[in-house]
């Protein structure tokens, strides 16, 4: 069964940094592209990055050049590196990943349990 779970959440500063890690377990064939999302209290959730299998990135605007993410094939790892971080960064932030498993046909959206950030003084 595969499982995705994210580490790296917590509390901290205005201004500063956080890096969210989350594996990919279990039996897997294949992964496509994986990333990050956020749901703040009372919104929706939303996209914060995506990385595809070959590097190609993506970013929310609120995000865009404070925060990176990358991924380790080899461990089929993704990571986001939080700089700069402010309150409107409060959330919980979910892993993503779009793989193919024995257990399924084709490609499948699969998601992690959800990691807390507060960003406060």
């Known amino acids: 069964q595969v499982q995705l779970v994210e580490s790296g959440g917590g509390l901290v500063q205005p201004g500063g940094s956080l890096r969210l890690s989350c594996a990919a377990s279990?039996?897997?064939?294949?992964?496509?592209?994986m990333g990050w999302y956020r749901q703040a209290p009372g919104k929706q959730r939303a996209l914060v990055a995506a990385i595809t299998s070959g590097g190609n990135t993506n970013y929310a605007d609120p995000v865009k050049g404070r925060f990176t993410i990358s991924r380790d094939n080899a461990k089929n790892t993704v990571y986001l590196q939080m700089n700069s971080l402010n309150s409107e960064d409060t959330a919980v932030y979910y892993c993503?990943?779009?793989?193919?498993?024995?257990?399924?046909?084709?490609?499948?959206?699969?998601w992690g349990q959800g990691t807390q950030v507060t960003v406060s003084s």
């Open positions: 279990g039996s897997i064939f294949s992964i496509n592209a």
């Open positions: 993503n990943a779009d793989l193919w498993s024995p257990g399924s046909s084709w490609y499948t959206d699969y």
